[in-house]
């Protein structure tokens, strides 16, 4: 373990290291530095190093040179790390309870979020790259169709291992691992509601991630209220002729596949069907790439449908059954988001725990004060708990229970906000470094804050479990 500070630290270890970072990450980022990075440290040069010694690390503004903050920013890391190096330990360890299968693939997991996604997570934000290689890598793992049926591709496992799979991902990179999974919902609803011939068709190149998938609800008019949604679906013979557009599409215009509810029928939900659309369809286009305060390893744009001609072969299930299969999906894709949220709520307390440690005010370190001790302790609390409702609903909606739904408005509601709010404590606690980009809290603060936003708000899982309470 490293501590590749890039301008503190040489008194007596307060330093608030930005970076978690193991001997392979720092060799990795050794072995790129071009000329003019900051100059490599006995640390970044491979050996185990005290961070008194690291070369580069002086204390005081005068070092913080341009350069070496682009140095720090390629080493911002996720601390998955941090975990894997501490075992499990830890009262918020999220392996405890699983079966030693669960445990196997958890840690694939969060050896490829650590691997593959974390040394990345940063550039991909600021670049707002749409990571289609390592997503590609991830699918070669069974992770682009997780609760797809296995004679398409998928890995047919359950909603609770697919929960505890996007909450390792999320630790490496929130906002990839969340498109991810809107794929993944996409990969489920075509297997679940398309014929023997869709399923064949689609499946396979979404499983490996060959394609990408769209889910495409929300219209410029519709969001809250989705039943409303006014794209109209025409039919003409063997076709329906789409017009219309949606909103805040996320992956539009980079993705392949787009699973689109349209209206066929009359006014409400039961007007509503639900078509598959390829890129290259005549008739639909993008608009503009959305600027986002988080989630910018995935574009968001709108998709316009204008005389867009769609085979009536496209259609999942029957006609007017398209609200169902929306809200079907959202079941699922409701505890994945609220998954991604506990795996970026998870990775802020480890950075929160790190700094409280390291960093020193008063003559002592932060970790020394009650007040912070206590922050923390509920923030760690507040993690179990929110983890304990979301595998809670995804046993649920395995199942096939009854309450399965509400149990995920629940969930997608506690988790979500409790998570949010954990990753903005993390934050405070960081202080001014807080709020600086080379330090990897900020990203996971502004990449959680649209959970509470989209795939229902959070005023709309409150809208479902009343309904629920006070239906009588
Ligand atoms: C980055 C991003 C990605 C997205 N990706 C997708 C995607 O891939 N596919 C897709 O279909 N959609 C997507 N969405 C859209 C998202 O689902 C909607 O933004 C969300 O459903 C809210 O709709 P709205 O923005 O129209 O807000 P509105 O419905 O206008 O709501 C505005 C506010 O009023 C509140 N409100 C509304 N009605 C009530 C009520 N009756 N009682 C109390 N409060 C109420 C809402 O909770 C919200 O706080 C995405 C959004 C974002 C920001």
């Known amino acids: 373990m490293l501590s590749p500070c890039p301008s503190f630290s040489a008194g007596g270890g307060n330093a608030p290291s ?5 001997s392979e990450v720092c060799n990795r980022y050794a072995k790129k530095a071009s000329p003019g990075d900051s100059p490599p440290s006995a640390a970044n040069a491979g050996g185990p190093a005290p961070r008194t010694t690291t070369p580069g690390c002086r204390r005081g503004a005068a070092s913080r040179t341009a350069m070496a903050w682009r140095a720090a920013r390629r080493r911002v890391t996720a601390p998955l790390l941090l975990l894997r190096q501490r075992g ?4 918020i360890d999220p392996s405890a309870g699983l079966t030693e299968e669960q445990k196997e693939f958890q840690k694939v997991a969060l050896d490829f979020a650590a691997k593959e996604m974390a040394p990345r997570m940063a550039e991909w934000d600021e670049k707002e790259i749409f990571p289609v290689e390592t997503m590609r890598k991830a699918a070669q793992l069974g992770f682009g169709g997780i609760y797809v049926k296995p004679d398409v591709g998928g890995s047919g496992l359950s909603r609770l291992d697919t929960s505890i799979i996007f909450e390792a991902l999320s630790t490496g990179c929130t906002s990839t691992t969340a498109y991810m999974s809107i794929h993944n919902m996409c990969a489920w609803m075509i297997d679940t509601f398309g014929n023997e011939e869709q399923r064949h068709r689609f499946c396979p190149s979404l499983c490996s991630m060959e394609k990408f998938a769209s889910y495409c609800l929300t219209e410029p008019g519709s969001g809250s209220d989705a039943a409303s949604l006014l794209t109209s679906a025409k039919r003409k013979g063997d ?7 949606k909103a805040f599409i996320s992956g539009g215009g980079d993705t392949d596949v787009y699973v689109v509810m349209c209206r066929t029928g009359g006014p409400g939900p039961k007007g509503i069907s639900c078509v598959v659309l390829e890129k290259g369809t005549p008739g639909l286009s993008f608009g503009k790439k959305e600027k986002k305060v988080g989630w910018n390893s995935q574009p968001t744009r709108a998709v316009i449908f204008e005389d867009c001609v769609v085979p009536v072969g496209n259609r999942l299930g029957a006609e007017g059954q398209g609200f169902n299969i929306a809200m079907k999906g959202l079941n699922g894709g409701r505890i994945n988001i609220a998954s991604c949220s506990l795996g970026a709520a998870h990775a802020s307390v480890l950075l929160a725990q790190e700094h409280l440690t390291v960093r020193k005010q008063f003559g002592e370190p932060l970790a020394s004060n009650q007040y912070l001790q206590f922050r923390l302790a509920e923030m760690a609390t507040r993690l179990v708990a929110a983890r304990l409702v979301v595998r809670n609903a995804a046993r649920a909606l395995q199942e096939g229970r009854e309450d399965a739904a509400v149990l995920c408005s629940m969930a997608k509601l506690f988790a979500t906000d409790e998570c949010f709010a954990i990753c903005n404590q993390a934050l405070q606690m960081h202080g001014g470094y807080g709020y600086l980009k080379d330090y990897a809290v900020q990203q996971f603060v502004r990449d959680i804050r649209v959970h509470q936003i989209l795939e229902g708000t959070n ?7 009343a309904r629920n309470l006070l239906q009588g």
């Open 88 to 91: 499990i330990a830890s009262c």
């Open 459 to 465: 005023e709309v899982m409150r809208m479902i479990v």
């Open 18 to 22: 930005p970076a978690l970072l193991e």
């Open 239 to 245: 076709t329906y002729v789409l017009n219309g557009s």
